[in-house]
């Protein structure tokens, strides 16, 4: 099976633009969750979607969004980046299935905000 | 909501030696605790994870033991190598349909 991938995997922005983030999951697999991660703050939980709702939230103002399409591809956007912004965006996909929980994590894309 | 700490940040140890490293998680509903390693430019990878119903947990070098009683589990990873130099993350999550809530990180370092 393919891992999950993102797309694209570096891109540099300037404060105030918007960015969209693609994240592609393991096939079979419908939950889809979203992490920043910077210096010092580990894996800090943005929103998950399963079946094309969100179904969990993070602590993280409304320019970030999210949403998920009927072959359970995700993406994330960021409007009117700030220069905190910068940062590794990392998706990671499951099945959540039963007792399965076990998440599975892109290479994710690295944003710049200049 | 569930808040996941570890200590140390940093631990090093020699190749060779064990190393140890804890975490404490708050919510007692939660029963899944994934390990992740996440090597220099690289995603995170599950290395092994435990459930609530289980104490203890071997894969080779690496296990993982759980005390519900205290809230704590632990990774345990034997007859260190220069490639487990890496950041560890620690996770709980209640169940499927919950977040899975990390640690801050540990970075390892082994000294050949």
């Known amino acids: 099976k393919a891992g999950v991938t993102q797309t694209p995997r570096y891109l540099i922005k300037t404060r105030g633009q918007q960015v969209t983030l693609s994240c592609s999951p393991i096939?079979?697999?419908?939950?889809v969750s979203w992490y920043q991660q910077t210096p010092g703050q580990g894996l800090q939980f943005l929103f998950e979607?399963?079946?094309?709702?969100?179904?969990n939230k993070g602590n993280f103002p409304g320019r970030f969004s999210g949403r998920q399409f009927s072959n359970s591809r995700s993406e994330m956007n960021v409007s009117t980046l700030e220069l905190g912004d910068s940062a590794l965006y990392l998706c990671a996909s499951s099945w959540t299935g039963g007792s399965s929980y076990e998440q599975y994590f892109g290479p994710g894309t690295r944003l710049t905000v200049t | 909501g569930e808040n996941v700490e570890q200590h140390p940040s940093t631990l090093s140890v020699q190749e060779g030696d064990s190393a140890v490293i804890k975490c404490t998680y708050s919510?007692?509903?939660?029963?899944?605790f994934p390990w992740y390693k996440q090597e220099l430019g690289k995603r995170p990878q599950l290395i092994i994870d435990i459930r609530s119903n289980v104490g203890e947990k071997k894969d080779q070098r690496i296990a993982v033991t759980l005390n519900k009683t205290a809230k704590h589990f632990s990774l345990h990873i034997t007859e260190t190598q220069p490639e487990d130099s890496a950041v560890y993350f620690c996770a709980a999550t209640p169940g499927a349909n919950s977040k899975l809530t990390f640690g801050k990180g540990i970075t390892l370092s082994v000294r050949p």
């Open positions: 979607y399963f079946s094309e709702t969100q179904r």
């Open positions: 919510d007692s509903a939660s029963n899944y």
């Open positions: 096939s079979g697999h419908r939950s």
